[in-house]
């Protein structure tokens, strides 16, 4: 059997800055994701753009998540030449990611998924995994959850919550698509008409995606329209009868949403259909109930917590779980919330931890803190404290977090 220091499940940007972190922590890293190529929701679920990460000091823009987030960037920038805030080029981010991947010597298995945990006390020992070359029994001393499902921490036993308290639903799962050839100056004048019109034919039942409006994004390309604008709800995200469902619903409402942009926008008289999601997006899953389980009032009252691993400012964003209507508290591009260590912790085992949008959270807290770059920080703070547990023979309980935060913050991380 092949044992590893680390085993990072999961390749979404909170896998790779794991694994990366690590790897230059001098651990010998495995990361194993279950597609073919690395980005997770923005290469496989079309998510775009990034969210606001910035705060706002006397009229300066400063990063919330700088580290390994904020070289992901300037790789994107040195490729593209186009150095933005907001957006990304997501064809380039899959270029970028297995070059940080291979400079870091971390092993990658592709189109390879986790099945099965064995664990022995407070340890998970090892997981059994299903590729294509068959079953594969890897061990390793550390791990990390970054599946975004929590897969990982629910196949070995740990406590977490589904959805939100009062129902276990879930926020709902869109499908994302792309359009091109469209002309972006009659669309923005059109804009008002169309949200007005959707409305209309929402209300006389001739749509039948239940969100309130149109939510499209631009700035990928002349031209190219992003659309997350589906939406399903009372559809369970871990359900597979149920997300197979999803994923046809949604692409009829892709259908619908297109019909509709073409049978009433000039804007759309030469548009293409060229881009749907191979992958239904999900919002939220499985979120772990860990040593501290992060609210939404401590993010509202910006509390100060002494293992504080990140910082983030998005707004607590919830997209309604049982139909139409999205709810927001706001933050100012000038305050910001923590997010501490203990979120990343299990209470069952002392050497795993969950990073990514399935951290120990609230159904309200976690709307907030899922966006990609806080990800990714939570996935480096991850791996930099595997690494240091490591190389100073403690657990992920027992490792000196004042030594991982001053660590964090000599790699560029916004402490």
């Known amino acids: 059997m092949k044992k590893y220091d680390l085993l990072v499940a999961g390749g979404g940007l909170t896998g790779v800055a794991a694994a990366v972190a690590a790897s230059r922590e001098g651990l010998s890293v495995l990361l194993v994701e279950k597609e073919g190529c690395l980005g997770g929701a923005m290469s496989n679920c079309l998510v775009f753009p990034y969210m606001r990460y910035w705060y706002n000091e006397d009229g300066t823009l400063k990063p919330l998540s700088g580290g390994l987030f904020t070289e992901m960037r300037k790789r994107q920038t040195q490729m593209t030449g ?85 129902d276990g639903l879930c926020q709902p799962m869109t499908t994302c698509f792309r359009v091109c050839g469209v002309d972006s100056e009659i669309f923005e004048s059109e804009r008002p008409k169309l949200q007005a019109l959707y ?15 149109l939510l499209i994004f631009s700035k990928l390309g002349d031209g190219i329209l992003h659309f997350n604008t589906t939406r399903i709800t009372h559809h369970n995200p871990l359900d597979i009868f149920d997300i197979s469902k999803a994923e046809m619903e949604l692409r009829r409402q892709v259908l619908e949403m297109y019909n509709f942009m073409k049978e009433n926008s000039k804007a759309f008289d030469n548009a293409t259909l060229i881009s749907i999601a191979g992958e239904v997006g999900i919002r939220e899953s499985r979120k772990l109930k860990g040593v501290h389980i992060l609210q939404a009032q ?103 977090v004042a030594q991982v935060r001053a660590k964090l913050i000599s790699y560029g991380a916004v402490l």
Request: aromatic fraction near 8%; proline fraction near 3%; charge should be negative.
């Open 298 to 400: 401590e993010l509202i009252d910006k509390v100060s917590f002494e293992d504080t691993i990140t910082l983030g400012n998005y707004d607590i964003d919830i997209h309604n779980p049982a139909g139409t209507g999205t709810t927001i508290v706001d933050f100012s591009e000038n305050e910001y919330y923590q997010i501490p260590y203990r979120c990343l912790l299990p209470k069952e085992y002392t050497n795993l931890l969950v990073a990514g949008r399935c951290i120990s959270a609230t159904h309200e807290a976690q709307s907030a803190v899922r966006i990609m770059p806080i990800c990714a920080c939570m996935g480096e703070a991850a791996g930099v404290a595997v690494g240091v547990a490591k190389n100073s023979g403690r657990n992920t309980h027992t490792v000196d």
């Open 199 to 213: 409305k209309q034919f929402q209300a006389e039942g001739k749509i039948r995606n239940p969100r309130e409006n």
């Open 82 to 166: 186009r150095d933005e805030w907001m957006q990304f080029s997501p064809e380039h981010y899959k270029f970028l990611l297995d070059d940080m991947i291979t400079e870091a010597g971390v092993d990658v298995l592709f189109h390879t998924r986790v099945f099965e945990v064995a664990t022995e006390g407070e340890r998970v020992k090892s997981v059994k995994m299903l590729s294509k070359s068959g079953v594969m029994e890897v061990e390793a001393e550390f791990f990390v959850d970054a599946t975004g499902d929590g897969d990982l921490m629910a196949l070995s036993g740990c406590d977490f919550q589904v959805g939100r308290d009062e």
